[in-house]
C-alpha cells in the first residue's frame, strides 16, 4: 500500500466514526429543539454559539489547520440550526393585534419558522399559552417612553406561564393614510394610547384630534378601510404595505431612541445560569411600617442587583399594591436561597416569574 492508499484509508475510517459520531450529535440536536419548543426559546443564541467556537477552538492542538476547524465546526452547527428550524415550523406563537402589530413584528423576529396567530387583546393571547393552543406567547411589558405595560405585567403577577426570554424591538412610528392623501388633509390621527402617547409632541404640533385603538396595525387596517383622507393611523411601515396605505411622514415619534422590551411567555420555566442570569421576582409586603425597605435591603444584602423595581396596585384589592423587580443573579444558589428565606418573613406573597439572560436587540439583521 502506497503513500496515498494509506492516507486514503485513515480518511475513510475517520469518515466512518464521524457519521456515527454526526448521528449523535443530531439526535442530541433533537432534544435541545424539544427543549426549546417546550419553552418559547428561540433557535439562534449568538453568546453560547461564539462560546463554543471559542472554546473549541482552544481545544484544537494544530495551529496550521486550526482556522480550518473552526470552518468546520461553525458549518456543522449552521446544519443544526437548519435541522431545529425544520423540526420548529410546527410551533405556534401567539400575539396581541393583527399582522403588522409591532408584537406580530418581535414574533417573527425571534420565531422565524414558527405559525404567529393574532389575538384580540394580550390576555386573550396569554390564554392561548395556558390552554394549550400555542406553545409560548410574544407580549410586550414596557416601552422606553411610555412605561410599563400595566395589564402584561398583571398577568405575569396572576398568571402561572414563565417568562423565559427579554427582547428589546426599535420602534419607529409612521403617519399612514389612504392612498393620495397629504398631510394637509388629515385632522384626526387613530392608534394605540402608547403610540399616540409616543408621537403626543407631532401631534400636538398638527393640531390634530386622536382616536384611541387597540393596536397600532388595527389602527392602519382601520384606516385603509374607511377610505377617509381625514384619517390617517400612526403604525409601523410594514403595515402600510400590508393595508396599502401611503407613508405620509416617518420617524414621527418624539424620542428616537423608542424601544419596546418584549418578553416570551411559555408553560415550563427555563432557568440559565451564567454571569449574566436576571430573574423576575414579583411580591406584595405585609402590612406593617418599613415592610418595603426592609424587603429591598434584605436584597442587597445578599448581593443581588435590582435592574427595575415597580408598583402596581393589586386588583381587587383597593389600595393594595404588589411590586415587580428585574433581579440579576441566580436565586438558585446558595446566597439566592438565603435571600429568598428572608424575603418570606417581610413579604405576604413571593413569585419568582422569569429567568432569562441578556435582553437581546431584534434589530433587523
Not at 494509506?6 to 454526526?22: S, V, Y
Not at 418624539?254 to 442570569?277: G, H, W, Y
Not at 418599613?290 to 444584602?301: P, Q, R, Y
Not at 438565603?338 to 418573613?345: G, I, S
Request: glycine share 6%; with cysteine; aromatic share 10%.
Amino acid at each position: 500500500m502506497n503513500q496515498l492508499d494509506k492516507a486514503r484509508e485513515t480518511i475513510n475510517r475517520i469518515d466512518r466514526e464521524m457519521a456515527g459520531l454526526f448521528s449523535e450529535r443530531m439526535k442530541a440536536v433533537r432534544d435541545v429543539a424539544a427543549f426549546k419548543q417546550e419553552r418559547g426559546l428561540p433557535i439562534f443564541d449568538a453568546e453560547r454559539e461564539k462560546a463554543v467556537l471559542a472554546r473549541n477552538a482552544e481545544r484544537y492542538p494544530d495551529e496550521e489547520t486550526r482556522p480550518f476547524y473552526v470552518s468546520f465546526l461553525q458549518n456543522t452547527m449552521d446544519i443544526s440550526k437548519r435541522y431545529q428550524h425544520r423540526l420548529l415550523e410546527g410551533v405556534h406563537v401567539a400575539y396581541s393585534g393583527v399582522e403588522g402589530a409591532f408584537a406580530e413584528i418581535a414574533a417573527r423576529r425571534i420565531f422565524p419558522d414558527a405559525t404567529h396567530t393574532g389575538y384580540p387583546d394580550f390576555a386573550a393571547a396569554y390564554r392561548a399559552v395556558v390552554n394549550g393552543e400555542c406553545e409560548c406567547a410574544v407580549l410586550p411589558i414596557e416601552n422606553s417612553y411610555a412605561g410599563v405595560v400595566g395589564q402584561v405585567v398583571d398577568l405575569i403577577f396572576e398568571g402561572d406561564l414563565f417568562v423565559n426570554g427579554i427582547y428589546t424591538l426599535p420602534i419607529t412610528q409612521n403617519l399612514l393614510g389612504v392612498p393620495g392623501a397629504s398631510i394637509r388633509d388629515v385632522r384626526t390621527v387613530v392608534s394605540h394610547p402608547q403610540a399616540l402617547a409616543q408621537c403626543a409632541e407631532y401631534i400636538r404640533a398638527h393640531g390634530w384630534e386622536t382616536v384611541a385603538a387597540k393596536n397600532t396595525a388595527l389602527a392602519a387596517q382601520q384606516v385603509a378601510s374607511g377610505h377617509d383622507r381625514s384619517v390617517a393611523a400612526i403604525a409601523s411601515a410594514e403595515t402600510a404595505v400590508l393595508y396599502g396605505l401611503d407613508l405620509m411622514d416617518h420617524d414621527i415619534n418624539e424620542s428616537q431612541t423608542n424601544t419596546t422590551k418584549f418578553a416570551v411567555f411559555s408553560r415550563v420555566e427555563s432557568k440559565p445560569k451564567n454571569d449574566e442570569s436576571k430573574f423576575l421576582l414579583l411580591f406584595t409586603v405585609n402590612d406593617v411600617a418599613g415592610a418595603l425597605a426592609k424587603a429591598i435591603n434584605v436584597i442587597a444584602e445578599y448581593g443581588f442587583n435590582m435592574k427595575a423595581l415597580r408598583s402596581r396596585p393589586v386588583r381587587e384589592r383597593a389600595w393594595q399594591y404588589y411590586f415587580y423587580i428585574e433581579v440579576e443573579g441566580d436565586e438558585t444558589a446558595e446566597n439566592g436561597r438565603r435571600m429568598l428565606a428572608a424575603l418570606r418573613e417581610t413579604c405576604e406573597t413571593l413569585k419568582i416569574a422569569g429567568h432569562y439572560t441578556t435582553e437581546i436587540s431584534l434589530k433587523k439583521r
